[in-house]
């Protein structure tokens, strides 16, 4: 790993304690900080801070129609809109009773090809790529690695053109709905986007093969990983949910198996599977639990950059992310060749009442909804976990394992790997801000 340069931080205590604490961390979206304690030869505390303020998603959902919840959670984040998008619209028409045609589950598959790789491209390349080549920041990367750079905003920028096509604009599209969609592309306009989608799948090979070059820090983690499973493809927008360690289950099922807690130093509530503790998704959790649902050529890269059938060092999420990014722009390829505009582009669904269960892969990890309606389509009760969320405490135990380690380093060193560990997960805090437990006492 390339030596970092100093970094502003705050260090305090004698010999014999130490605190590493970060009050605002950088290239991650959101606000968040870190605090690590050290007692001698002990970490004695470790807190992932997230402070942002809660946004209130779930409460502005209730008594809105069912219609409107694609739209809403669209703006809970602005690099992984569909994710929500999807989540949402999925379980409405589970709640009331309804499967879209394969045409446009393709589509839907499309435009979240889209999402992968500018928010894959983004966190490889901009955000985390300077961790590995001791950089503050992708400005200053750019200075010497400027064709790295370049290829990296055009490969971004092809990702968010796909979301644009299909979903009307590439920031909280406007086309996608429950049903389907308003519209749909034509087959010559996507014909005609496949030529860029062709030099990007040569340039997402290039990017596998650069993270494949990083120094990596000898870091493994017997994570239990969680992550979506389809039996015919790499899941993206549907599968059941299962774990490396026993976990295989329907999505209705996800409250039986973990559990929501509010903890003091987090707006954020922390997610874990329930009698067990932390769990791990995203892309090391999809890479390892679907292997084997990979394309050929994105198994064939892999395995060039060094990655076997399994990965539990989250330092090489780099390398898995460029594969995933790879797989996304080849799957895009694929639907484009076999596209066949859905024919009505959006099925009218009737409302229910019910309580219907989505859920997709962002690229961060899976995206959790639940939402009860009434006989009119009222929204009565909505809950939405987002991947941040489900990582925390992972993180934290990261952090733990990873200080204990190397208590020895100096501390802008230590300070700098920690930052980049808790990166590794490209969190994505205000996505994880959207509920505050609020007690109140009356005497």
Request: proline letters at 6%; hydrophobic letters at 35%.
């Amino acid at each position: 790993m390339s030596k970092p340069r100093p970094k502003r931080g705050k260090r305090s205590g004698s010999a014999k304690t130490r605190t590493i604490q970060v009050g605002a961390l950088a290239r991650v979206e959101g606000e968040g900080a870190m605090l690590v304690k050290i007692k001698g030869d002990k970490v004695t505390d470790v807190k992932l801070q997230i402070y942002e303020p809660p946004r209130f998603f779930e409460a502005f959902l209730r008594g809105r129609k069912f219609t409107e919840a694609p739209d809403i959670t669209a703006r809970i984040c602005g690099i992984c809109p569909i994710a929500y998008q999807m989540g949402a619209a999925h379980a409405m028409e589970d709640a009331c009773g309804v499967r879209v045609s394969p045409a446009i589950r393709a589509l839907r598959r499309l435009i979240y090809c889209g999402e992968w790789i500018e928010s894959h491209v983004l966190h490889v390349s901009m955000l985390h790529a300077p961790d590995f080549l001791g950089y503050q920041d992708a400005i200053q990367m750019a200075q010497h690695h400027p064709d790295l750079v370049k290829m990296a905003l055009r490969l971004k920028r092809i990702g968010n053109e796909l979301m644009e096509i299909v979903g009307g604009r590439a920031v909280h599209p406007i086309n996608p709905t429950v049903g389907g969609f308003f519209s749909a592309p034509s087959k010559e306009r996507l014909k005609a986007f496949a030529e860029e989608l062709k030099w990007a799948q040569d340039a997402a090979l290039k990017t596998v093969r650069f993270t494949s070059t990083l120094d990596f820090p000898d870091f493994e983690q017997d994570y239990e990983y969680v992550a979506l499973s389809h039996p015919d493809e790499y899941a993206i927008t549907e599968g059941r949910l299962v774990s490396n360690k026993g976990i295989d289950i329907a999505l209705r099922q996800f409250d039986d198996t973990f559990v929501e807690e509010h903890v003091a130093h987090s707006t954020s509530l922390h997610a874990t599977v329930k009698g067990r503790g932390a769990y791990h998704t995203g892309p090391l959790a999809r890479y390892t639990l679907n292997y084997e649902k990979l394309s050929p050529l994105c198994k064939e890269a892999a395995k060039k950059a060094g990655l076997g059938k399994t990965c539990y060092n989250p330092f090489k999420s780099i390398v898995v992310r460029s594969v995933e990014t790879l797989y996304a722009v080849e799957e895009a390829l694929r639907i484009i060749r076999a596209y066949e505009p859905p024919d009505p582009p959006r099925i009218v669904v009737q409302p229910r009442a019910g309580t219907g269960y989505g859920c997709t892969e962002a690229p961060r990890g899976i995206c959790f909804h639940r939402y009860t309606i009434d006989d009119s389509g009222v929204i009565r009760d909505a809950k939405i976990v987002p991947p941040t969320s489900q990582n925390q405490k992972a993180i934290e135990s990261d952090l733990l394992a990873f200080v204990s380690e190397r208590l020895h380093l100096p501390h802008d060193q230590l300070q700098w790997q920690c930052e980049q560990a808790i990166r590794n997960y490209d969190p994505c805090i205000s996505c994880s801000c959207h509920y505050l437990k609020l007690k109140i006492e009356r005497e």
